[in-house]
């Protein structure tokens, strides 16, 4: 069922099992299965509540992988700082988990004293990463400042990388102001209160319109981020790693 990606119902089956046939495995090599099921059956919510009150290194792993996968970056790289002394590869998941943590939340510093832990070549990826990470913070814009540069219509879609459409947003909102003007000045005052409120709604539209394109570009930025991250670091194998060697199928070795 694993391998064809079925995990409710593995997850459902391994629950049987534990009914139907109680102490059959050892709890530790069940629980990591389990919470590898929930998981890759995305359900972040239920590992956050099982995995926080656990102090195991698997469970830790199971907790940040949680955590990230919901953009909570700051538990994630919380829940990381446990310590495995048993097994190396444990701790450079957790290790790998807590430098991740600290790139999404721009905290640099931290970031590149965590790539010391490690060894390499994962040491150079890691500072590629941290790299990467601050040149692409760099890309990053201020919700606040788009919405306040819209006061100039169409400039904070400027300020958002979306030339175009503050260009129509300035023209629309433009001849609209023009056309309510000329109206009043030719005694179309009807006509004109229509095109002053049209304008007045493109312009409102215009400031809300580039405060949200800023929040949608920061948006896809840290996405790209997070996936070049897991991809750099591959964190998703570490969690087949684990349900592999330490899960039911291999917790009695």
Not at 140 to 146: G, I, L, N, Q
Request: proline share 2%; glycine share 10%.
């Amino acid at each position: 069922m694993i391998q064809q990606k079925e995990y409710f119902r593995a997850f459902a089956e391994l629950k049987r099992l534990e009914i139907l046939f109680p102490g059959y495995r050892d709890a530790g090599s069940v629980g990591v299965t389990e919470m590898y099921l929930a998981i890759r059956g995305k359900r972040y919510a239920e590992v956050k509540t099982s995995a926080v009150f656990s102090n195991n290194a698997h469970f830790a792993i199971f907790l940040a992988e949680a955590c990230f996968r919901t953009g909570d970056y700051t538990c994630g790289a919380e829940a990381a700082k446990m310590k495995s002394p048993a097994d190396p590869r444990l701790e450079e998941a957790l290790v790998k988990r807590r430098l991740a943590g600290y790139l999404m939340l721009g905290r640099y510093s931290d970031a590149v004293n965590v790539s010391q832990l490690f060894r390499e070549p994962l040491r150079v990826k890691a500072g590629l990463l941290i790299n990467y990470s601050m040149n692409e913070s760099g890309r990053m814009r201020s919700p606040a400042a788009a919405a306040a540069l819209g006061v100039v219509p169409g400039l904070g879609y400027l300020y958002a990388g979306q030339g175009l459409t503050g260009l129509l947003a300035f023209l629309v909102v433009a001849m609209s102001v023009l056309f309510a003007v000329f109206s009043f000045k030719t005694d179309n005052g009807a006509v004109g209160a229509v095109a002053g409120t049209i304008g007045a709604l493109f312009y409102s539209g215009s400031v809300m319109g580039g405060y949200l394109s800023v929040k949608r570009r920061n948006a896809a930025l840290s996405n790209e981020l997070a996936e070049r991250i897991d991809n750099e670091l591959d964190l998703d194998a570490d969690l087949d790693w684990m349900n592999t060697r330490h899960g039911i199928d291999g917790g009695s070795r």
